[in-house]
Nanobody
Framework: QVQLVESGGGLVQAGGSLRLSCAASGRTFSSYSMGWFRRAPGKEREFVAAIRWSGGSTRYADSVKGRFTISRDNAKNTVYLQMNSLKPEDTAVYYC????????????????????WGQGTQVTVSS
């Protein structure tokens, strides 16, 4: 059974930084893609960033390029999302997700391709 557990959310002032973690267990993830998505109040879920576990290729939403960095630690089976220069519009619940059958070398941004999801962690950026 795949388990994804997010941590690292919290309250931060605009311009600040947070690092989210996603601890993955239950499978061997070497062939997976791992993604971060977010849902802001009153808005639809949106893609943030993703990484292929093997090879480390990445994809970012335009809204976070240059500010967020996704990475993974193979030894710890953990994926990170380093978020810098945070803005109030980054306020959302952030979800980690796993795609067990990635079809492309670059990880997908399509939520329907991600089969497993964590419970989410709240990020609040104050102005």
């Amino acid at each position: 059974q795949v388990q994804l557990v997010e941590s690292g959310g919290g309250l931060v002032q605009a311009g600040g930084s947070l690092r989210l973690s996603c601890a993955a267990s239950g499978r061997t993830f070497s062939s997976y893609s791992m993604g971060w998505f977010r849902r802001a109040p009153g808005k639809e879920r949106e893609f943030v960033a993703a990484i292929r576990w093997s090879g480390g290729s990445t994809r970012y939403a335009d809204s976070v390029k240059g500010r967020f960095t996704i990475s993974r630690d193979n030894a710890k089976n953990t994926v990170y999302l380093q978020m810098n220069s945070l803005k109030p519009e980054d306020t959302a619940v952030y979800y980690c997700a796993a795609d067990p059958n990635p079809r492309e070398l670059v990880p997908t941004s399509r939520a329907r391709e991600y089969e497993y999801w964590g419970q989410g962690t709240q990020v609040t950026v104050s102005s």
